[in-house]
């Protein structure tokens, strides 16, 4: 299989490491949308969102905390989002589950520019009902 970020966490491929231990990694993005863009991965294989295991998502998520803080505290950006793409609809370019924790400055020039949908009377409950139905 071939995989860039399993390569990195091999050192079979270059990264500016921020932080690794046994469970995650983080390293700079090396093309960021704003300097310090940072990428935090489990360093077990997974997909996605949904296939990751929950003990390396709660460790991502606490780690992803902790390098947002550091982000913050360097960088001093106005604001960060995290962000993680799931399926190429979404603009997930590489399949190796990741958060990105994206520094942003007022006025810099990234949009998720949304066009914001209305339900229509009564869908609104039938969407809630589909979703509620596979909550278990
Ligand atoms: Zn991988």
Known sequence: MNCIFCDIINRKANAEILFENEKVLAFLDVRPVNYGHTLVIP???SEN????????LLELIRITQMISGA?????????FNIVTNNGTAAGQSVFHFH?????RFNN????????LKSYSNGTMREFADKIRAKIF
Not at 71 to 79: A, L, Q, V
């Open 49 to 56: 969102f949904l296939s990751v295991c929950k003990e390396d």
């Open 43 to 45: 360093k077990t294989h």
């Open 99 to 103: 958060f990105h924790i994206i520094p």
């Open 108 to 115: 810099d020039a990234f949009s998720f520019k949304p066009n």
């Open 71 to 79: 982000i913050t505290k360097s960088i001093n950006p106005d604001g």
